[in-house]
């Protein structure tokens, strides 16, 4: 019962967030109500025994999300005050928000240990005495071995592409020397004039 | 199986990574200032690489539950792969030394290393997953380096075209797999081929699917190896991109992309030949014919030698065709002679270059050049009729291998139609050889250097007469390499 109540509400909330993603004029509002609907996703997985994806999902899509909010808010040309104006009359909203994703955890953690929905049909039965992070370490370290190292390669080579591609050494610009800055006495500092008057200072 | 075993069977990938991360390492501690150093400790890893392919990296078979294949083949490929990429990064620290603009940073070696290691799983790929990986390693490293030099615009447009053209071929290719995928239910290729052999090939849903999967695969490796109708790319990225990157792009990277549409070909798709033979003489012909007379009006020789490597794959997928050993062993004989060959053109074209050492890429600049450096005009002169297949140099053997290979298989009419265009290709390398000995001397080139001056005798000894005494050698180790794909 408390599953079929759960699927119904996650799968509710993800379609309408899903909606307003896309039908929310502000790109910030998109992507919040896009947050939202990664987490009913996950709660989603959840449910059919797939925690891994679920972790994925809050890990890699909010977490990266979240970052890709940061640049949309540096990069997009967004009027800040006319955001702020609305703080107070939309900080309900917002509250009522971060207390229903809570809720959702809650759920979710629930249901996950009242036993998932059985799937009608599995393309790949698996073993269910072992966990599908288990399952897919398993697959991951053994027979994937070479291709995921390979994988790694490419992301380091994306790398050092971006960094090849973008880093540029400045002349002329003053980087900061920790080790003289602490080493720095008052004495080297500072100087004791006595500049007479009228005469304008010697710097 | 242990890991120690198949770890064994990967050496050479294993000591390219493990070797490029410990030059990357160098590199960001000490600095532009070690980028010599580090080019010449690249050099020495990728010896250590071929040193690595003596032993269970030629001779294992299978690791990773079938994903990966140390065969013969592999190390045929993977030898001329990593002698290409050294020669790339032996050129770089002159050329950039003397070009007005960017610095060499010791990126670019480490770069290629890891190049050298996606090609190097490209040639080994017995799975649909490891040819991915392998080939966006080799990609994604070759996007890089085409546009090494920043504050060029011709060599950003080259990186941002091949980029985004190399984006949409992964695409169409992955579609392909995908849908191969689906219609196997594997990736890997031998369970493939049972799939494909195992499944009516006309008139029903499943072989619809099947053959589509073969389509878009085929289309995305057309492109990799820049066959007609995908080689759109090509001639602006080897314009654009700094000349040893080009030579890397022209010799290594084609190497490995051959040799694993080879592989696919033979291994994963092999009882579906029939249906595949209709595109790879598509493509063979197309490739050789448009290689030919676009190239005509060329005024750049780094255009020309592009158009160039187009032609010369079209008669690489002669051999591919021909679907036999033969073949395959015909193919890897004409891609080693044609690494010769196009480094070979390469490194006179970095001689092209002013008395201040600006490289210069006008044909034209080509003028009398028999007069003013008469070695230097020999010595392309020695590429130019050794790419158009003019006995006795060493070309000739290259084509003469495929088109027997063709005709042992019965394609006569192909191998009849890939003379002909031949013939067409022929004019405009002569025309080079033209310039040079008969128009009037346009003005001197800068002097000459020394390590460059030894690649080019080396190469140039190599597709002389001298390499049909290599014949039976390479004959030997050509077919031990394609009778492991059989």
């Not at chain 2, 070797?19 to 010896?47: E, K």
């Not at chain 2, 071929?169 to 052999?197: K, M, N, Q, R």
Request: glycine share 10%; charged share 10%.
């Amino acid at each position: 019962m408390i599953q079929a109540f759960a699927f119904y509400l996650f799968a509710i909330v993800v379609l309408l967030s899903g909606a307003m993603t896309i039908s929310s004029r502000n790109p910030v509002h998109s992507v919040l109500w896009l947050i939202l609907a990664f987490f009913n996703a996950a709660g989603l997985m959840v449910l059919v025994g797939a925690e891994f994806i679920a972790m994925l999902l809050v890990i890699v899509y909010v977490g990266a999300v979240a970052v890709l909010f940061l640049f949309v808010v540096m990069m997009l040309d967004i009027d800040f005050a006319e955001m702020r104006a609305g703080f107070v009359r939309y900080a309900a909203l917002g509250l009522a928000l971060a207390v229903a994703l809570v809720c959702e955890i809650f759920i979710g953690i629930g249901a996950w240990s009242a036993g998932g929905i059985d799937l009608a049909r599995r393309a790949a039965p698996v073993d269910p005495a072992i966990p599908n992070i288990q399952a897919i370490g398993n697959l991951l370290y053994t027979r994937y071995l070479f291709v995921f190292e390979g994988a790694g390669l490419v992301l380091l080579v994306a790398m050092i592409g971006a960094i090849v591609l973008t880093h540029r050494e400045r002349k002329g610009v003053r980087g900061q020397n920790i080790a003289r800055q602490v080493a720095r006495r008052p004495e080297e500092a500072t100087r004791n004039m006595r500049p007479e008057v009228g005469q304008g200072v010697q710097l | 199986m242990n890991y120690a075993a198949q770890l064994a069977m990967t050496l050479p990938e294993v000591v390219l990574s493990l070797g490029a991360l410990a030059l990357m390492l160098v590199a960001a501690w000490s600095g532009p200032n070690a980028t010599r150093a580090i080019s010449w400790a690249a050099v020495a890893v990728l010896a250590g690489a071929c040193v690595a392919l003596v032993g269970p990296a030629t001779s294992g078979g299978s690791a990773f539950d079938g994903m990966y294949r140390a065969d013969a083949f592999a190390g045929f490929a993977k030898t001329l792969i990593y002698v290409a990429a050294a020669v790339a990064i032996l050129l770089a620290p002159g050329f950039f030394q003397r070009t007005a603009g960017d610095d060499l940073r010791p990126e670019y070696p480490v770069l290629i290393l890891l190049s050298a290691v996606g090609m190097g799983i490209m040639v080994s790929a017995a799975d649909l997953l490891t040819l991915y990986v392998g080939l966006e390693l080799q990609s994604l490293a070759a996007y890089v380096l085409a546009s090494f030099m920043r504050r060029d615009a011709r060599s950003a447009e080259a990186g941002l075209k091949y980029f985004v053209l190399g984006a949409l071929a992964s695409g169409i290719l992955l579609y392909g797999i995908s849908l191969v995928y689906g219609f196997t239910g594997s990736t890997l290729f031998d369970e493939i081929a049972g799939a494909y052999a195992a499944a009516p090939l006309a008139g029903s849903t499943k072989s619809l699917g099947l053959m589509f999967g073969l389509v878009f695969v085929f289309a995305g490796l057309a492109f990799k190896i820049s066959a007609v109708p995908f080689h759109m790319w090509t001639p602006d990225v080897y314009e654009g991109a700094p000349t040893p990157v080009t030579a890397f792009f022209a010799t290594a990277p084609k190497v490995a992309a051959v040799g694993l549409a080879l592989r696919v070909a033979i291994t994963a798709m092999g009882p579906a030949a029939e249906q595949w033979r209709q595109i790879v003489i598509f493509a063979a012909l197309a490739s050789i014919l448009l290689g030919a007379v676009a190239a005509i009006g060329q005024q750049n020789i780094k255009r020309l030698l592009a158009y160039s490597s187009i032609n010369n794959v079209g008669f690489a997928l002669i051999g591919l065709a021909a679907g036999t050993p033969e073949g395959v062993a015909a193919v890897l004989a004409y891609m080693a002679i044609y690494i010769a060959m196009t480094l070979g053109s390469f490194l006179v074209v970095l001689q092209m270059r002013d008395t201040d050492g600006q490289p210069i890429e006008t044909i034209a600049s080509l003028s009398g050049l028999s007069r003013t450096r008469p070695a230097l005009a020999f010595g392309l002169a020695v590429f130019m009729f050794s790419l158009a297949g003019i006995p006795p140099l060493f070309g000739f053997y290259a084509k003469f291998a495929v088109f027997y290979a063709a005709v042992q298989a019965g394609l006569f009419p192909l191998a009849v139609f890939g003379i002909a265009f031949s013939v067409i290709g022929a004019y405009y390398y002569l025309r080079v050889v033209k310039t040079m000995y008969f128009d009037e001397p346009a003005g001197e080139y800068g002097p000459g250097d020394r390590l460059e001056g030894g690649l080019i005798v080396a190469t140039a000894a190599i597709v002389s007469p001298l390499g049909y005494l290599a014949i039976p050698l390479l004959t030997a180790w050509t077919m031990a390499a394609a009778k492991a794909l059989f």
